[in-house]
Antibody, heavy 122, light 110 residues
Framework: QVQLVQSGAEMKKPGASVKVSCKAS????????LRWVRQAPGQGLEWMGW????????NYAQKFQGRVTMTRDTTTDTAYMELSGLTSDDTALYYCARAGVRGLLKSPLDYWGQGTLVTVSS | QSALTQPRSVSGSPGQSVTISCTGF?????????VSWYQQHPGKAPTLMIYDVDKRPSGVPDRFSGSKSGNTASLTISGLQADDEADYHCSSYAGTYELVFGGGTKLTVL
């Protein structure tokens, strides 16, 4: 069955970077786009960017450009999201999610990781 | 501030129907047919309930339905059940790449 398993919770100090992993299983990792979405405590969902695991191509939300880097490792079927220059406003749950139609970026997010809590505090 | 606007909360009694609105499609370009709805129980990841305005993934009960008219998309849940109590998020696209979400609506089953 399709699964996206994310890395564990992180606690970081302001100014630091965090790298969250998302390991895919149960489907062809290279065939489906992955999006990263975050959710601050008590808030709604916020799209951060996407990666094409086949080509490595990425696109980031304007808000995060210059601070976020999305990569993948096709040998381990794992995607990564690294966010730098952390502030308390970056405290949130970070999710990876699969765009559910093979090769189609504009497709609904049919499988989600369990979320990774990133806490930024001095 | 979200590009799409949802009510903060709605409520209904078991067996009743509720509708959650999502407005702002006049400012979200190229998103006419790409409306999705996600259910999120506390402490859990979102789950896809509706996509392409009115389509249900397999396994989603037909009590859940979606529609869109003009500037507003809607999610209707009929025959409310206790387990429907959750947050609901609408989403669509702005332009070629950008995914946008509403602010989320908390559904309370009275």
């Amino acid at each position: 069955q399709v699964q996206l398993v994310q890395s564990g919770a992180e606690m970081k100090k302001p100014g630091a970077s965090v790298k969250v992993s998302c390991k895919a299983s149960g489907y062809s990792f290279s065939g489906y786009y992955l999006r990263w979405v975050r959710q601050a405590p008590g808030q709604g969902l916020e799209w951060m960017g996407w990666i094409n695991p086949n080509s490595g191509n990425t696109n980031y939300a304007q808000k995060f450009q210059g601070r976020v880097t999305m990569t993948r490792d096709t040998t381990t079927d794992t995607a990564y999201m690294e966010l730098s220059g952390l502030t308390s406003d970056d405290t949130a749950l970070y999710y990876c999610a699969r765009a559910g139609v093979r090769g189609l970026l504009k497709s609904p997010l049919d499988y989600w990781g369990q979320g990774t809590l990133v806490t930024v505090s001095s | 501030q979200s590009a799409l606007t949802q009510p903060r909360s709605v409520s209904g009694s078991p067996g009743q129907s509720v509708t959650i609105s999502c407005t702002g499609f006049n400012t979200v370009a190229a998103g006419d047919m790409y409306v999705s709805w996600y259910q999120q129980h506390p402490g859990k990841a979102p789950t896809l309930m509706i996509y392409d305005v009115d389509k249900r993934p397999s396994g989603v009960p037909d009590r859940f339905s979606g529609s869109k008219s003009g500037n507003t998309a809607s999610l209707t849940i009929s025959g409310l059940q206790a387990d429907d109590e959750a947050d609901y998020h609408c989403s669509s696209y702005a332009g070629t790449y950008e995914l946008v979400f509403g602010g989320g609506t908390k559904l309370t089953v009275l």
